[in-house]
């Protein structure tokens, strides 16, 4: 490719890494690569930054947003993938880089892989349950830190803790956190914490790192470390977007170092503000009591006397008290004896009307009495009539005096000739009985019952 330059012109850097953009752009189509992901970081825009690395080597990637969300898996710390994208430089930085367009799951990495194993296995144990979680103390009189003394982590949770609460003692036990060893080296110190009890609460940290800087704290011996301790215990590890087995063990996850310290620490600030409030509300308290009682004694003085007055006084008001109710009393009798001396003249004013009304009543019994008896004769004689016309009017008393009563056989009474047929049987009543009878009409006067 021909940029027009010659071997001595002088190019600025910025239009190197363009020719070197535009060779890599032009020379390497997109094409597809297959490596792990490490050293993840995703960004507050939505854009991807990793490594993709294999055995021998490592490249960095970008995933832009528009191009991530499209993905139908979340990337993780470790993950096998297939990605395809343009290779170019960032001109900027002079980065070699991948700026990946897809991207297709290759089946995860071999430490993701061991990360989710053990977390299973130790979440089927109970390790992780809320359950046996124990509360942090609140005023911890001395506080225990497991990391590296050469730690950026230890310099970030001790400058935590001397500016929350200087006066709280701090106990290092060192322990390398990367490298072979630093797994064994943490458990121990851990076990060491727990074994002394010289401090109320423990943090476990370090800081930031790709997921193999920190697989010492994925490591099962730190987990049953951490499970075993018998002092509350914070796991610190790494950046908030960071997770490790020790952050689902630990009593409680902070999400930086220095978010631990901030946990386990109470504020002297904090303390003092709450102490200062404290006490301007128990000096408020103390004044209102003071005049209160002030006020208490004041009225106490005013009504304190010799008891010598107090019986003079005792005795004029129940001397007052005596004249009062003698006054009253006569009072009384007076009002009681002029009400019946009225009630008396009024009784002798009505007594005449008494009498005149006694000789009023017995003329008006005696008056009812003659008509009660009037009434009753008349009501006799009235009765004794209608007796009369019943007993003349009664079929009974006819039928003694030698009559019949002609019915036929439905009990209906015969009043003309006219309803009965020639040889019909009828019913005479008599006075003594019932008998029966055959009509025996004139010949030709009426038709002959049919048979």
Known sequence: MNFNTSANDVISVS?????????????????WIGGEISNLTLAASGHAYFSLKDGGAQIRCVMFRHKLSLLPFRLAEGMQVELKGLVTLYEARGDFQINVDTMRSAGLGRLYEAFEKLKAKLNAEGLFEHARKRALPAHPRAIGIVTSPAAAALRDVVTTLARRMPSIPVILYPAQVQG???????????????ARQEVDVLIVCRGGGSIEDLWSFNEEIVARALAACTIP???????????????????????????????????????RLQLEQGKRGLERALSRLLTDKSQRLDYLARRLAHPGDKLRRQAQALSQAGDRL???????????????????????????????????????????QRGISQTLHRQQQLLQRHHA??????????????????????????KSPQELLNQERVLLRLAEGITEAIIDHPQGAQPELPF
């Not at 060893?181 to 076990?191: D, E, G, L, N, Y």
């Not at 490790?244 to 904090?270: G, H, K, N, W, Y």
């Open 180 to 194: 072979e060893s630093a797994a064994r080296q943490i458990a121990a110190a851990i076990q060491q914490a727990s």
């Open 326 to 368: 003698q006054r009253g009393l006569d009072t009384l009798f007076s009002r009681r004896r002029w009400a019946l001396q009225l009630a008396s003249s009024r009784m002798q004013r009505h007594q005449p009307q008494l009498a005149q009304q006694q000789q009023q009543l017995v003329r008006l019994a005696e008056r009812m």
């Open 389 to 414: 016309t019943l007993e003349a009017m009664n079929p009974e008393a006819v039928l003694s005096r030698g009559y019949a009563i002609v019915q036929k056989r439905d009990g209906q009474a015969v």
């Open 15 to 31: 239009s190197l890494n363009r020719m070197a953009r535009d060779l890599l752009e032009s020379g390497l189509p997109p094409m």
């Open 233 to 271: 215990t914070v796991s610190g590890v790494g950046h908030e977007t960071d997770f490790t087995i020790c952050d689902f063990v630990a009593d409680r996850r902070a999400p930086t170092p220095t978010a631990a310290a901030e946990l386990v620490s109470p504020s002297q600030e904090q303390l």
